[in-house]
Structures are given as structure tokens and as C-alpha cells.
């Protein structure tokens, strides 16, 4: 199998690379906006899925070479306006979208989880989403706790209180508290490596090689 990163030379984008060799997948093209010894600045030709980690703008023009390659896209960058985000859905109606805020097993256990919760207790219950990472990243809050909180109100047609931190090294912190007089609940779940979210990234290319033109998140890909 062979692949594109497009923010290769990114935190994540290294990431994804070392996960993609310990899976036997073959990195065809490394893709980002810096001049650097074996990057290129465009997806040319196709490949058998792109794994997306880099920016909206860069993210949105990547995705424009897939369409025109016919090379299905993983995109896993975050901070989507709903304008660029319309973008994203376009483009899935001629090529497979693996379109996920976060691809690690145990959040899209969360997003599974969490409005189940969330229905049972009922309006008794305040709900907040407390989330924590290192100080570099920069769309706040992140693209896990819009997921949830989305994902929340669909279920109860109420919107959490949703709390952004930025502190230090943390790979990631998310955190789901149910309230009411007299006890509380929390969900937490705590990435500990970024190695998590490349290693779904690379199984959700291998799923989006396979599939038809459409747009999907990771519980699909975990789904089979």
C-alpha cells in the first residue's frame, strides 16, 4: 500500500510516518508547505489514500489534489470553519473522506459512549467537556470536544459547556462531567502518545483505500 502525509513534517505528520513503516505501508509522498530534503508541495499523482495532519487551508487544497488524483483522503486536522467544512462534504461526492477530529480507538469509544450517558440522566444533570493540551496547539477548543459536544446536543438537544486549556506538553486530556445536587459522574480519557491517534490515521487509509465516494468518520472505519 502506499500513501501520502500531507503536514509531514509536522508533530503528527512524523508520527504517522513511524506508524505507517511499523505497519508495512510505504510513505509515496511527503507533502508540506516547508522547502525541506524530500518534500513536495503537491499531491501530482494518486496514491492508494492520503492521511491528512496540517492545516484548514492546507488541508482544503490537499483535498482539492485527491479529487483530481482520485486518491481517497484521511483528514484528521481540525479547526474547520462550517464554510470549509461544506468544502469537505463537496469534495466526498467524488472520492472516499475519512473525515475524524480524532482517531484513536478509545475517544471514538467516547463519542459512542457519552450521549448515551448524557440521555439517560436527563436535565437534572449540568454537562461539561473540559479539555486539555499542550500549549502549541492552536484551534481551541479542540476538534474532539466539538465532536462530543455536537454529538451531545443531538442526543439531548442540549449544549454542554465546553472548556478549553492550553498548558505545557499534554498530548491530550478530555474530560465529560455530569453534575447534580447530590453526585456527579466523569469520563475521562487521557492520551498518554501521539503514536494512538497515527496508528488509527494509517487503519482509517487502509479502510478509505477500499471504499466508495462518500463522507466518514472513524466509527465507520472501527465498524469494518
Known amino acids: 500500500m502506499r500513501i501520502a502525509i500531507n503536514g509531514a513534517c509536522g508533530r503528527m505528520g512524523q508520527a504517522a510516518q513511524k506508524a505507517a513503516q511499523d505497519a508495512g505501508v510505504d510513505v509515496a509522498a511527503r507533502v508540506d508547505v516547508v522547502d525541506a530534503p524530500g518534500i513536495v508541495r503537491r499531491l501530482e499523482s494518486k496514491v492508494d489514500a492520503m492521511v491528512d495532519f496540517s492545516t484548514p487551508e492546507a488541508s482544503l487544497e490537499r483535498l482539492e489534489d485527491c479529487v483530481k488524483t482520485g486518491t481517497p483522503a484521511v483528514v484528521c486536522t481540525t479547526g474547520f470553519s462550517e464554510s470549509q467544512r461544506a468544502k469537505i462534504a463537496d469534495a466526498a461526492k467524488k472520492i472516499p473522506v475519512v473525515f475524524s477530529s480524532n ?15 448524557a440521555r439517560a440522566l436527563g436535565k437534572e444533570y449540568d454537562i461539561d467537556i473540559v479539555e486539555t493540551h ?27 459547556g465546553v472548556h478549553a486549556v492550553r498548558s505545557g506538553d499534554v498530548v491530550g486530556e478530555h474530560r465529560v462531567l455530569f453534575g447534580t445536587l447530590g453526585d456527579s459522574i466523569e469520563i475521562i480519557h487521557r492520551a498518554s502518545s501521539r503514536d494512538i491517534f497515527a496508528r488509527g490515521a494509517i487503519e482509517a487509509a487502509k479502510w478509505a483505500a477500499k471504499a466508495k465516494p462518500g463522507l466518514y468518520t472513524m466509527l465507520d472505519v472501527l465498524s469494518g
Open 103 to 117: 482517531t484513536s480507538v478509545g475517544v471514538n469509544v467516547l463519542f459512542k459512549l457519552v450521549p448515551e450517558v
Open 134 to 160: 499542550h500549549r502549541f496547539k492552536k484551534d481551541a477548543p479542540s476538534g474532539t470536544a466539538k465532536t462530543l459536544a455536537e454529538r451531545i446536543e443531538a442526543a439531548t438537544g442540549r449544549k454542554p
